[in-house]
């Protein structure tokens, strides 16, 4: 049932996600591209819209990947989404470390978005290690934070929408979000390996 629960916690997350990031795609003059003299550049477009369309991806098929009666009966499909996740968080983490020098916020904000970025191919790629290993128990570990950091988009944008409800200064609150909803994810990520060791139990 916890499990069960946390599936349906995740997949409600990609569905706030997706509602969140839908202003993005209505062009450089919507939402926060308009803010940012970097979005006049045709190479900064694709590869922000790379980073974001491989999170919102990886968001979405993540979960699948936890749930071992799927895994079971559909080994090839969990294989393929499984590619697709990775594919959609490589892109997207390359690009991060693209565009994080470009984020408002100063030194404090682009700091913190380029170490998330490095922290999530990090965890990523330790997960892909671990399963070309076939040890598949530490794959699912690596897994579990790699998807932490993916979820972490969502309470990033979540703080991000506090100015806009209140008096508050975005700059503050963006720099805040740099850092904050990541490093509490791979918290979260750490307990819930101790706590729920099936979820990690990907054979």
Sequence with gaps: MKKISLI?????????????????YQGPDSGILKSKAAASSNLYLAIFYTHITGGLLGIAVGPWQFIKRFRRRFPMVHRTMGMVYLLAIFSSGLAGLYIAPFAMGGRTAQLGFFLL?????ATTTQSVRHLLA???????????RSYALTFAAIPQRLLLLIPLFSSIDFIPIYRLSAWLPWILQLIIAEAIIRSSPSITDLD
């Design 8 to 24: 349906a916690f995740l997949y409600f997350g990609a569905l706030t996600m997706l509602i969140l990031s839908i202003h993005y």
């Design 134 to 144: 076939g040890r598949y128990k530490m794959h699912g570990q690596w897994m579990v």
């Design 117 to 121: 970025a490095l922290a999530w191919l």
